[in-house]
């Protein structure tokens, strides 16, 4: 089995490709990104390519010969809120271009897209099931909007085996913070746990429907080997995630911790994330998802034992 993944040297697709060739059925994975990828060096099975999607041939480059595509390649969503245009060419017109290079290919690959929660936005109901009408309050769900409705059609027409999966907002994500509204989610758990403060821009009541890497790559997984008989017509799909609001997940982490790391916190408000953010629903209805096999953290805790495991092994709680 060949792999594509976009945005392969982001922080999910590296994560990604290193489950995937943990598997026998994967002969060869293709890693595609804008910066270049300094992991799997040497190892005989991975092609690392640095290229943008909307260069010529560069979408055609991607699919070749892919058995599954991983379309992770993506502007987080406060970037794309802020640069519109790239935005919608990196979001949407990318996202065309890699379907329309998998019709011309005439492969059917299937083809995983990663979509978002933000897709929906207000009114919502008090949960969300995948039937739930998408109304998105940010440019950002907008175009992962337009993309799931792409991926469905194609897949209708038979060009791809697509499904679109919902990502739940991901955290903790290691490293330094990046442009998305929720980058503060990873923050103010990732900053005091390594002894810097951190600013937390929304209410404590603010709920939110979180997953932890290890989930989202297992569920990514798992969206790219389910055999597309087993979606039927319906291919977007809501992952499963916990609903946890701020206040609590810094409860979780004063007792794994302690208090001096919760103190680190403070709050300062933030109208545009406070708006994006809080437009995003929190609890959802999974039973689909966890009767295709998904998987779910157990709770917030969890969230952040993985973190101190994967990213800070040397310390002891």
Request: with cysteine; aromatic share 6%; net charge neutral.
């Amino acid at each position: 089995m060949k792999i594509a993944i976009t945005g392969g040297g982001g922080f999910l697709g590296r994560r990604l490709a290193a489950s995937l060739l943990t598997r026998p059925e994967v002969g060869s994975v293709r890693l595609v990104d804008t910066s270049p990828i300094l992991e799997f060096e040497g190892d005989p099975r991975v092609e690392r390519a640095r290229a943008n999607l909307l260069d010529p041939g560069a979408a055609d480059s991607v699919v070749a010969d892919a058995d599954v595509v991983f379309h992770l390649a993506a502007v987080v969503s406060g970037q794309a809120e802020a640069e519109f245009d790239l935005g919608m060419g990196v979001n949407l017109d990318a996202t065309r271009l890699l379907l329309e290079a998998a019709r011309a290919g005439k492969r059917t690959p299937r083809f995983v897209f990663t979509s978002s929660l933000a897709v929906f936005g207000p009114p919502l109901p008090t949960t969300v099931d995948d039937g739930t009408a998408v109304h998105p309050r940010s440019s950002y769900g907008a175009q992962k909007a337009i993309g799931e409705l792409l991926v469905s059609d194609y897949s209708r027409k038979g060009y791809i085996d697509g499904r679109a999966v919902r990502l739940p907002t991901v955290c903790v994500r290691p490293g330094k913070p990046n442009a998305a509204a929720s980058g503060f989610v990873s923050g103010i758990i990732r900053e005091p746990l390594n002894g810097m403060t951190a600013v937390c821009p929304v209410p404590k009541n603010l709920e939110l429907w979180l997953s932890s890497p290890k989930a989202a790559v297992l569920n990514l997984v798992h969206a790219g080997m389910l055999p597309g008989e087993k979606l039927g017509e319906s291919r977007i799909i809501n992952l499963p995630g916990i609903t946890v609001s701020v206040g609590e997940m810094i409860e979780c982490l004063a007792q794994a911790a302690g208090p001096e790391a919760a103190a680190q916190i403070t709050f300062s408000e933030d109208e545009t994330v406070r708006r994006i953010v809080s437009s995003w629903p929190a609890r959802f209805d999974i039973t689909r998802a966890l009767g295709l096999g998904f998987v779910r953290d157990p709770d917030f805790r969890f969230l952040i034992r993985h973190y101190i495991e994967t990213e800070m092994p040397s310390r002891q709680l």
